[in-house]
Each structure stands twice: as C-alpha cells, then as structure tokens.
C-alpha cells in the first residue's frame, strides 16, 4: 500500500507564485511516475505536469513555462513550483503516482493523492 501526502496550496493573487508538494510512503515498490493533474470547477480532470523516475517530464499546454516539476528519488517526492499564476490555474491539484510492484509479476500501479486546492485571485 502507498500513502501519499500532499502539501502546499493555498490562495495566492494573479502573478503569485506557490509550491507543492507530494510525498509517497510505503513498502515494496519503487516510483516510475509522479505529477499532478488539476480540475477546475466544471472542467475536466488535466494534466498538469508529470515526471518520471529518470527525469523526464512533461507538461501540459497551459503550464509550459510557468510550472516546474521536480523530485527526489531519495524522498520518493515530487514538486511542483507554479508561478506566473492567474485565475485560470484555479483548481483543485490532485498528486498522482505510479508505482511499480513485483512479487509474482510486475504490475503498474497508479495512486492518487487527495488533492490540494489552488485559488488565484485577479
């Protein structure tokens, strides 16, 4: 079983700037993703951003060159710091992570966070 933490969020005015944070704890599994998806009210769930055990990252379309997502493989943790921010990235930010576990086969499994809720004000 893996236990996300999340932290950070809050409200924050136009061109403000916050960070998150998303923790993953547990046994028995090693990381191959971790990122964030947002939903605004009466939208559909996005990608925001997202990072792989390796570094790779990608993000989406509204967030390219704003957001910046990091992690700690050491921490098995993941941050995403938002800046430049508008009402439009308004939403509630909900960690995502995929681990990899083995025992008598090798399985992917996705875990979400409980989400952490994002306002900006104009």
């Known amino acids: 079983q893996v236990e996300l933490v999340e932290s950070g969020g809050g409200l924050v005015q136009a061109g403000g700037s916050l960070r998150l944070s998303c923790a993953a704890s547990?046994?028995?599994?090693?990381?191959?993703?971790m990122g964030w998806y947002r939903q605004g009210p009466g939208n559909e769930r996005e990608l925001v951003a997202r990072?792989?055990?390796?570094?790779?990252?990608n993000y989406g379309d509204s967030v390219k060159g704003r957001f910046t997502i990091s992690g700690d493989n050491a921490k098995n943790a993941a941050y995403l710091q938002m800046n430049s921010l508008t009402p439009e990235d308004t939403a509630g930010y909900y960690c995502?992570?995929?681990?990899?576990?083995?025992?008598?086969?090798?399985?992917?499994?996705?875990?979400w966070g409980q989400g952490t809720q994002v306002t900006v004000s104009s």
């Open positions: 990072i792989t055990s390796a570094g790779d990252t």
């Open positions: 547990g046994s028995g599994f090693s990381i191959a993703s």
């Open positions: 995502i992570v995929g681990v990899v576990v083995v025992d008598s086969i090798r399985r992917l499994i996705y875990y």
